[in-house]
């Protein structure tokens, strides 16, 4: 039997992609929400999830962060996705024909050129991008369009009437790979791989506490690739901090850096350890 | 003639609450997206504008981050909002018969609890909580409800089916007022007041760089009431920060941090610098 990954959306989402760059040969299971793909790795029902954590442009996903410090899962993998946007409509309806164009909030809003240069089309939210094409497939909408994957055009049987028509093309979404599992040490034989730790922390609101935590990486010149806060829950205007660093949690440097984090956190918690992905930039 | 200030959303969004904290008097003015609020104000057509900027649960809200580094405008004061919010249909509409409940996404989100005791309701995003009252009882809707504030229900009179339904009650929005004008000087009439500065800066992607542009603040004992990390555009993978600590930039610490960011930063700009509101924590 193939294991089966979970993801948010439907066949054809830019998830599908990264899974297939991630777990090749596994099944990639489609789920409505976030909160099931984690709990569907959580409660072991299935093997692995892949989900987007970051876009270039957008910014973070930030639900996905309060999910890996609430569900626990390990991050075992990463990888990067370019994202091309296209102009997808059922076969027998054309460019002139279409009023309203769906997608997700963030495709919609990656697209304002297209917009600005297209006044007749309205922006209409919809739940996905891959599952705006499958939705106007299925009602068999003649006024519509849908922003989505060429994928996605491909699975549903929809046509592309425009390409790439994001407005920046230095799009890419980071996408991580979950599993229930704890997290590896890198055997010899691949000591030559670039590894990527991240972490999440809490400090105590003073002067200098961020400042003091981040010593615990600068002392020992490890390169932060990404820093995020979030907001703490039951805490209003405190925060949590997400860090990406290059090194391996075996790394003397590392095991040091985290001992001297333990000091001087609140709460802290390695989230994994895992091969960095090469970045892909065009 | 009263003076306008924009505001994204509808009548009835919690903007509009805010809008009467910052500019009691004004009149405020609706407008589809945040792109069209910043530029009614950098244009010169309307006198202020008032935009959320964080949220305590869902976090920042990275378009206006990105707008306010784009549009130039000058933060004049800060606000906190309690958000509360209520399941709204229109009156001759019972809680049995709903089916669909519309509203932002991220208010849908911020009532998961709700959503999972009432399973027969489908999360149905809108453009906005307060719009979606309106069109429900435009369209005259008998099988949805909306999520929004109890003035959008007295505004466009529906009917509040049931009262604070959010996840969390400690949900407050942070707003800003923006204006088109260079930052002020403080008089000695008011120095006694606690002001907030806000800036951005871009530092090279090199190890210790944020640490080091941190130090510029907990050097001088300045605390960092909020750290926040954007994507920055046509360079993925590097980040812009913004940053709010609290000290009036003609204090003598602020004028030094000011400068040693300058000369640890590729590019830096003060945002505002106004009195800092108090944070209503219940």
């Given at each position: 039997m193939r294991r089966s990954v979970a993801f948010q959306g439907a066949p054809g989402a830019f998830s599908t992609v990264a899974a297939r760059q991630l777990a090749a040969?596994?099944?990639?299971?489609?789920?409505?929400?976030?909160?099931?793909?984690?709990?569907?790795?959580?409660?072991?029902?299935?093997y692995a999830a892949v989900i987007p954590i970051e876009n270039t442009l957008y910014g973070s996903v930030h639900e996905n962060y309060d999910h890996l410090l609430k569900y626990g899962l390990t991050i075992?993998?990463?990888?990067?996705?370019?994202?091309?946007h296209n102009l997808i409509a059922p076969p027998n309806v054309k460019k002139g024909g279409i009023r309203r164009v769906f997608s997700h909030p963030v495709a919609l809003?990656?697209?304002?050129?297209?917009?600005?240069?297209?006044?007749?089309?309205?922006?209409?939210?919809?739940?996905?991008?891959?599952?705006?094409?499958?939705?106007?497939?299925?009602?068999?909408?003649?006024?519509?369009?849908?922003?989505?994957?060429?994928?996605?055009a491909e699975i549903y049987g929809?046509?592309?009437?425009?390409?790439?028509?994001?407005?920046?093309?230095?799009?890419?979404?980071?996408?991580?790979?979950?599993?229930?599992?704890?997290?590896?040490?890198?055997?010899?034989?691949?000591?030559?791989?670039?590894?990527?730790?991240s972490v999440v922390f809490t400090v105590k609101n003073i002067p200098g506490a961020l400042f003091?935590?981040?010593?615990?990486?600068?002392?020992?010149?490890?390169?932060?690739?990404?820093?995020?806060?979030?907001?703490?829950?039951?805490?209003?205007?405190?925060?949590?901090?997400?860090?990406?660093?290059?090194?391996?949690?075996?790394?003397p440097a590392v095991t040091h850096a985290l001992g001297h984090l333990a000091?001087?956190?609140?709460?802290?918690?390695?989230?994994?350890?895992?091969p960095a992905a090469s970045k892909q930039i065009s």
């Open positions: 040969g596994c099944k990639a299971v489609p789920m409505e929400t976030f909160t099931e793909v984690f709990e569907s790795v959580a409660n072991g029902k299935l075992e993998a990463e990888t990067f996705v370019r994202i091309v809003d990656q697209c304002r050129h297209f917009f600005e240069a297209n006044p007749a089309f309205a922006r209409t939210p919809y739940y996905d991008t891959a599952g705006s094409v499958k939705m106007l497939m299925e009602k068999g909408l003649t006024d519509a369009g849908a922003i989505a994957s060429a994928d996605a929809a046509r592309i009437l425009q390409k790439s028509i994001e407005d920046d093309r230095q799009n890419y979404t980071r996408f991580f790979l979950l599993k229930k599992a704890k997290i590896a040490r890198p055997s010899n034989a691949i000591s030559n791989v670039r590894y990527k730790t003091r935590a981040l010593s615990a990486f600068a002392l020992r010149d490890l390169n932060l690739t990404k820093i995020e806060s979030r907001p703490l829950r039951g805490k209003p205007w405190d925060y949590l901090f997400y860090v990406d660093f290059i090194g391996h949690t075996s790394d000091e001087l956190a609140d709460m802290w918690r390695v989230l994994g350890c895992y």
